[in-house]
């Protein structure tokens, strides 16, 4: 992405397994100098071998920050000193953010408005991975409906503010959105 003049935000959205931080990977392998933030911690086996099969995939040479709550802070603090950032994921971030913040939607949702704020104030082309939450299985606890829809405001947010949202379908990448002049 840095081999554009232009700084670009992108979302890739997509359910479970569908190749969506592969494919935001491959498009920040075109930056170069990259960073990669990392949202997600090490709570259990499961995450443990998920982080350490996603950083195998990384690049050696990309810089690698772990914060999984003031992802909106770290974003500011890198975003002048990279060409391209990835952020991996907002599922998890926004699942951390909402333990954080004692489930209460309205912080929440503030913390997600100030994400989209940082992205207009950095130099840095950013590429976001969340999931799709709108067609999965609708959850059957409180917590977890709470959560979806959480997610889907987030991913609303980021994607308002984003110049291209891209949504992939096994391994397929849909265009949802992009800018004007690219539709000239």
């Not at 979302?11 to 990259?34: C, I, P, T």
């Not at 949202?39 to 071998?49: E, F, H, P, S």
């Not at 907002?90 to 992205?119: C, F, S």
Request: aromatic share 4%; net charge negative; hydrophobic share 45%.
């Amino acid at each position: 992405m840095s081999g554009q003049s232009a700084r670009k935000v992108v979302l890739v959205l997509g359910g479970m397994r569908s190749g969506k931080s592969r494919y935001a990977q491959e498009l920040a392998m075109r930056g170069r100098r990259v960073a990669f933030i990392a949202t997600a911690l090490a709570c259990d086996d499961d995450m443990q071998r998920r982080i350490a099969r996603h950083r195998s995939a990384r690049p050696a040479n990309w810089t690698t920050f772990e914060d999984p709550i003031a992802l909106e802070d770290t974003l500011r603090d890198c975003g002048n000193q990279f060409d391209t950032i990835l952020v991996d994921c907002l599922t998890v971030w926004t699942a951390n953010i909402m333990q954080a913040e004692a489930g209460d939607e309205d912080r929440v949702l503030a913390r997600a408005d100030r994400l989209a704020e940082v992205l207009r104030s950095i130099s840095a082309s950013v590429i976001f991975v969340s999931n799709e939450v709108g067609s999965s299985v609708h959850p059957t606890t409180d917590l977890g409906r709470d959560f979806c829809d959480l997610l889907g405001f987030v991913n609303q947010r980021i994607a308002a503010a984003a110049d291209e949202v891209v949504l992939l379908v096994a391994g397929c990448p849909l265009i949802v959105k992009q800018p004007v002049e690219a539709l000239a």
